[in-house]
DNA sequence: ATCAATGTGAATAATCTGTGAATTTCCCGG
DNA sequence: CCGGGAAATTCACAGATTATTCACATTGAT
């Protein structure tokens, strides 16, 4: 277990690491935003803990930035009084926060709370979902496009669903190809390409959910 | 969807309150015990989130009470070191637990999980059901064909009818291998395609209901 | 304007499924 | 313990579908 501690003020990162370490934790410290976009999108941590007034790049600014790319869950550190409406701006996917000063035994409860829940149940994943007018049933493997199924190839079927399972998140070609065709597959990249030219193809008007990055990969944009 | 939240801190309520409106729930609020059971034979919630520790009359209490007129699942809220009563709460038909200090996303998952399992779980499977001119009466172990018995060998009928409780839903070989044959199973995939086959052949016209997933396996299709 | 990244169509290679038949295993009565 | 038939499993092959690669067109950023 991981876990990546970001604050501005020393002090505190050493009162968390300190009681980190001792429940058995390793630590990461960054000091401010931009140090912990880099270092969050290099590593993968267990949970995050990051204050939001931060210089440079604040709390919620970076976590909005490691959205993109990582799913880590992160607990947010305010100082009573901040803006608490902004604290439930859960559309950052913040997963939970403690108000300053906290005591470091319940912010430990936290972070176990948080990982447990990671760990124990692979998030119920609804089997089915829709998006505008195009419904996905993963357990039954149908896609509906205005009510009318699609017929797609099992590539087809696999790579949209993995899309949407991480939708609004940012997908590399390496890690679409390790995660839908295999770690053992040894291929072009450009093999990606072509499967979503006939996604696309196949979800239509809907093909507006998939959405290249210049440079980077492919998301699914709900 | 509409959710009763009890907990005799209004802080607690709060929070609660927020994530759950949030993820577009309707809440109601009750400050201990006996309001919740007021309001839960009054109202029919979808789930109802509820305190141990409260005045007045304590969860447990409040929902043996509740138990007695709904069925409304029911998630209780422990404090750390109420560990042991968690044995004693399932047999109340307490449907989760969730330890304070908790973070509240996973509150929301759990409130899905709860709801969403309670609504598949209503209807109990019959035995006996019918597409079109196909019967299948399970208990039995008969199958009938435009009324005419079908003589099926063991293994078509253990298929066809794990087929049929996961109808809608896709099946790996794999699956079907460790579910139907067993997991000391150790033979070859193909086996499975053998006898789809032969219970194709059994089922005449109504073959149609047993559709190849071309890449994953089969699935029964009503 | 230029260069690298992406979209796309077509050719080829690889994979998957249905099926008939051969082989092995299982089950029982003798 | 054995034989015989039913059932289960494996095997091989054809036909169809799908995956991959490649070349070229298009796009987008600087």
Request: overall charge negative; aromatic content about 10%.
């Amino acid at each position: 277990m991981k876990i990546l501690i970001v604050d501005d003020e020393a002090n505190i990162r050493r009162v968390v690491r300190e009681y980190a370490e001792f429940e058995g934790y390793e630590t990461d410290e960054a000091g401010d935003g931009m140090e912990a976009v880099t270092m969050a999108k290099a590593t993968d941590y267990d949970v995050i803990i990051m204050d939001i007034m931060m210089p440079r790049l604040d709390g919620y600014s970076a976590c909005k930035e490691i959205r993109k790319t990582k799913n880590t869950p992160i607990i947010m550190l305010s100082a009573r009084g901040e803006e608490y409406d902004k604290l439930f701006g859960f559309e950052l996917g913040i997963d939970d926060y403690v108000v300053k000063p906290f005591s470091p035994k319940e912010l430990m409860a936290r972070i176990k709370a948080v990982s447990i829940r990671r760990s124990a149940a692979q998030q119920p994943m609804p089997e089915r979902i829709t998006f505008e007018g195009l419904e996905i049933d993963m357990a039954g493997r149908e896609v509906y496009v205005n009510g009318q199924k699609a017929n797609m190839t099992p590539k087809e079927y696999d790579l949209l669903f993995y899309l949407v399972k991480n939708r609004n998140i940012a997908l590399t070609r390496d890690k679409l190809l390790e995660e839908v065709w295999g770690y053992d597959f040894f291929g072009d990249d450009r093999t990606v390409d072509t499967h979503i030219k006939m996604l696309r193809n196949s979800l239509g008007e809907y093909r507006k959910f998939i959405v290249t990055l210049r440079g980077m990969g492919y998301k699914f944009e709900a």
